[in-house]
Each structure stands twice: as C-alpha cells, then as structure tokens.
C-alpha cells in the first residue's frame, strides 16, 4: 500500500513516526514523501497543544470529501488517538482506524484490517487498570528492529530511554495519553546507541518526557540517569551525547557532575520552568518552588561550564495575576535562557486543570502577557549571544538555513559569496543555531566556525 505519514507535535511523536516508517516498509509498505497518489493516510499527533489536533480536525473534514470520490484509507495515531479514543470516529467518519502511542506494533495489522473495511481501534488501557507488559515488550522489539536508514538525519539520531509520566501536572494530558513510566534497560538502550553510531551518526539525542527522572532496576543494581549517560559517552564513535526534556526536580549532583565530567556530554539544559511564581508553580503541580529552580540554576552554573539554558513559560494559567506575572519575567531576567518557548494557556479536557480550575484569565490578557515574556526573552536572548562574539564554537552542519531553502522551494539562486557556498545551518555543543556561508558537501561533518555576529535566536559566523 502507498502510505502518507504526516506528523504533528513533539520530537517524541516524530520518533515514533520513525520507527513506524520501518516497520511499515518491513510489511512490506511504501511510504510517499507528499500525500498525493497514497491510499492510506496516517496522522500521527500530539495532544499536548490544541493546535495539532485542530490541523487534524480540519484534515480530517477533508478526507471525508476524498473519499466520497476514491478509496483511502484514514488512521489517526499517537496522543489524539488514545486521548479521544472511539468519539473521534463517530464525529469524523473518514476515520477508519485509531491507534494509541503504546500499540504502533499493531499498525500493519490495522491496515489490513481497514483495507477489508472494518472499523479498528487499538488503545491502551487506563493508567489505572494495569500496564499492559505484553504491549510494552512488543514496542521494545519494534524500537530494537530500528532501521537506521529511516533516520531523517545522516549525523544525528534521537534515542528513547523512558516512556511515560508519572509527575501529573495539572494542565498536561500526557500521564494520561502516554501512561506510567518506564525506563528501558540500559543494555537495549545501549544497543540501539550502537547501531546508530555503527550506521555514521555521531550526535545522539536520549528522549524521555522527564528523561533525567531514568532510573532502571535489575536485582540489586539501579542504574541512574547519570549512570547511563556515562555507559553511553564511552562508546566508539559518540561525538555528542545530549538529552530532553529534563524535569528541574529530578536534576541531582550526580547528572550536573556527570555533564562537567563527561567530555562529550553537551552542556545544554533544557529545564521548563513554566512559571517564576510559587502559587503557580504549586496550581501546576510541578513540584518545586521558585527558590529551588534558583538553585538548580546556580548549582549548574557553578559545577558544568558553560552551560546553557532554555526554558518553557506558560502564561495566564488559572489564577495568574499580574504579581505572578510578573515573577515569570523577572525569571527570565535573572537566567538568560538562550531560547525559551512561551505559550498561552488553554484548558486541555481530560486535565486535573481543565476540571478544578475556571479558565479565567481574559484572552487579551493572556496575549499581552505572552507579548511581554517574548520580550524580556528577547532582549535576554540577545544579550546570551552575543557573549560568543569572538569566540570559535564547534558546529555540527546540519543542513541549509531555512532562507536557503525557502529560495530553493522557490528555485530561486542562492546568494552565494564564492561559487559552490550557500548560507549553512548548524548546532554548537550548547545548542545554538550558527549560521553562516559554505559548501553543501560540508553537511553532516563538524567545522570550527569563528562567530561574528548575533540575533535573539541565532549566531552568525566564518568557517575557520
Ligand atoms: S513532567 Fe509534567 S509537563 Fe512533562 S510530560 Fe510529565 S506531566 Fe507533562
């Protein structure tokens, strides 16, 4: 069958759309790049933001239109699936099939399925029934049959270690879509690391919903996050060992000293602080006070050099008044993330927050709220940058900037300064994009690039 995957949401949804590529293909599928020609299409999305769903709901409406005139198959995956379950087919009839986050070994089956024109749904349990281990082992085989050559990226690859969340803060739906936490062995982790190193990837990034929370036991033996960071750091071939997202709790001394200690550790922290405000922090059940994010901030500061901070803020939260507000500012004063994700709030149903809090702060308050975070963020971001004129920065090239490619879509000339250079795009060990001019064939390799220049968001610099 020609197959379409469009995903929608989060780094963790689009590695599972990774691995269901491999898995389709071994069925013996083929995957289309554009939707045009597929008689199946798979939305593999995110519940976390309303946003997603929304494109998935209006697709949707779509293919009802389709497939008056031809056959297709429509399949909904990941977090929208498990969250809205069989209600979402009844309101849009071109669904044919769902799949949860935890059942995406079943997809060759449900296809089948469909394609004989019966409706199929496979959804986990309820958290609270039981786990369902026959379903966890299933995924781990599909995770451990990866096939490297669906790795959209020939230098970097992203690795899960952890499923699920335990933590239930109250305005998030992933405790509930992606169920209990589970860390996997540290010896099928290692094993997939491997193989993507043996396949010519050199940066892998471990992927958890509170990845530095990992802790696996076997017998007497715990392994912690930091253990494992420095299993994996020693194998042949890792250049760059990184990982999100972190939880500010679960940042003990021993994954800071781990990050200091382990050369090819990056020192990139990615710690959503959501709010500078206790009483915030508190209705979000996040599970710290202003005072120990603080901490963790100046702990990380002092043990790992010249490490970097990016942070997640939401603003108008139930309750948020302009005092706490105000908290979140000065927050983002004090630490100078390089970038942070700021959103405004929405009720997410099925949420502790959606049920126990009234959404009551007005939009226009939100909206100018979010306006002033983006601008403390911007001004904080721009001075985080510019430190590093001057300095030279290692890049791994990871393609062409987005002005390039937006020419290219455009088939328009590039602005080229010597024959063969575009302007290329690339990550430092800290995570900042770096900008600036170069050949193609340098994508995928690691250069010294001198920074001359800075934004909010970007640097700008010359290959040494
Ligand atoms: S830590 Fe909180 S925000 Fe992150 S996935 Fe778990 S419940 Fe959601």
Do not use: W
């Not at 709220?369 to 791994?396: D, F, M, W």
């Amino acid at each position: 069958m020609k197959i379409y995957i469009e995903t929608l949401g989060c780094q963790m949804n689009r590695l599972d759309s990774e691995l269901i590529v491999g898995l389709l293909q071994s069925a013996g599928h083929e995957i289309l790049a554009a939707r045009r020609g597929a008689e199946a299409v798979l939305y593999n999305t995110c519940s976390v933001r309303q946003h997603a769903e929304d494109k998935v709901y209006s697709r949707l409406g779509v293919d009802a239109k389709r497939k008056a005139d031809r056959s297709l198959i429509v399949g909904v995956l990941g977090c929208m699936a498990q969250r809205e379950g069989k209600s979402l087919a009844r309101r849009y009839p071109a669904v044919d099939f769902l799949c949860g986050p935890g059942r995406i070994h079943e997809l060759p089956a449900l296809l089948e399925a469909a394609r004989a024109g019966r409706f199929v749904v496979a959804l986990d349990p309820d958290r609270k029934t039981s786990i369902d281990l026959q379903a966890v082992e299933a995924l781990e085989a599909v995770d451990l049959s990866r096939d490297p050559a669906c790795c959209p990226s020939e230098s970097q690859a992203f690795v899960r270690v952890m499923r699920g969340c335990d933590r239930f803060c109250t305005y998030c739906i992933v405790p509930y879509v992606r169920g209990a936490e589970i860390s996997r062995s540290p010896e099928a982790v290692e094993r997939e690391v491997k193989k993507m190193l043996v396949s010519g990837r050199s940066e892998i990034t471990l992927l958890g919903q509170t990845v530095n929370r990992y802790r696996h036991k076997n017998g007497e033996t715990t392994t912690r996050f930091s253990d494992l960071l420095a299993r994996l750091s020693s194998l042949a071939g890792m250049r760059r060992l990184r990982f999100v997202t972190s939880h500010p709790v679960d940042f003990g001394r021993d994954l800071l000293e781990a990050m200091r200690d382990l050369p090819n550790v990056c020192p990139y922290i990615h710690a959503p602080a959501q709010s500078g405000s206790d009483a915030m922090l508190k209705r979000m059940n996040r599970g710290y006070t202003r005072a120990q994010y603080d901490e963790l901030i100046s702990a990380a500061r002092q043990i790992v050099p010249d490490v970097v901070f990016a942070g997640d803020f939401i603003v108008g939260f139930p309750g948020e008044t302009d005092a706490d507000h105000s908290a979140s500012v000065d927050l983002i004063r004090r630490v100078g993330y390089k970038n942070a994700f700021i959103f405004k709030y929405s009720p997410r149903p099925g949420t502790t927050a959606a049920k126990r809090y009234e959404d009551d702060v007005p939009e226009a308050v939100k909206r100018r709220r979010n306006l002033e975070l983006l601008a403390a963020q911007k001004t904080q971001g721009l001075a985080h940058h510019r430190q590093y004129i001057g300095r030279t920065l290692e890049v791994l090239i990871t393609g062409k900037s987005a002005k390039e490619k937006k020419k290219d879509a455009r088939q328009e000339p590039s602005s080229q300064t010597t024959s063969d250079h575009v302007q290329l795009q690339g990550r430092s060990r800290g995570d900042h994009v770096v900008l600036f001019e170069g050949p193609e064939s340098l994508i995928d390799t690691y250069a010294e690039v001198r920074i001359t220049d800075a934004s909010d968001l970007s640097l700008f610099g010359r290959i040494i």
